[in-house]
């Protein structure tokens, strides 16, 4: 909402919670659900607008939902790019929603994290096809760490680098989450701090 009111455009694509509304929080655009979808949604909300997803329809699955936040997201960036103003765009993707109920293997959660990287190169490679790379802050950040169901390969795999976490108490895993900023001529690439 602040940088809403401070002139920016402002988007949201992916997913949020049912509780609010992206409007009330200052987007101007939104897309993506309030639930979480499944692999090919036939459904999604455009600006509160319930729309069918045609190419999902009667059981077809010719669009998955990444496909689907990139084709937003790329939109978004062809509106932006011809805008003088500046912009902020949100991209909420939920890797681990269905969680508890299953086992998970190392592989489960491996195709997790590789799901991850894939939508985030498209993002890059987007960001740069459009010319926006020198004008683009980009943060990839983490809400919190591992669910407590996947404790085992958490430990196997130390993706919390041996700290304790929880998903409802905050402990220093939760707190130290990957967080990526590419930010060009502001920030030197492969600088840690």
């Known amino acids: 909402r602040v940088l ?14 049912a ?51 990139i084709s937003e997201f790329r939109s978004f960036l062809r509106e932006a790019r011809g ?11 939920s890797l681990f929603d269905d969680v508890a109920g299953r086992s998970w293997s190392a592989l489960d959660y491996s195709a997790k994290i590789q799901r ?19 004008r683009t802050c980009l943060l990839f950040c983490v809400l919190a760490g591992p669910h407590p169901a996947l404790s085992q390969l958490v430990g196997e795999t130390q993706s919390t680098a041996g700290l304790s976490h929880s998903a409802e108490e905050l402990r220093e895993g939760n707190l130290r989450v990957p967080f990526l900023v590419r930010w060009p001529g502001q920030i030197p690439a492969g600088s840690v701090s």
């Open 4 to 17: 809403w009111n401070a002139g920016y455009k402002t988007g949201l694509i992916g997913e949020w919670s």
């Open 19 to 69: 509780d609010t509304s992206p409007a009330q929080q200052g987007y101007e655009d939104s897309s993506g659900w309030n639930v979480a979808p499944n692999e090919f949604p036939d459904w999604a909300l455009l600006n509160g607008k319930r729309i069918a997803l045609e190419n999902n329809s009667q059981g077809q699955h010719q669009v998955s939902k990444d496909d689907f936040l």
């Open 83 to 93: 805008s003088p103003n500046q912009f902020f765009l949100q991209i909420p993707i």
């Open 116 to 134: 991850a990287d894939r939508i985030s190169a498209r993002i890059l490679e987007a960001i740069d096809e459009f010319g926006l790379e020198n």
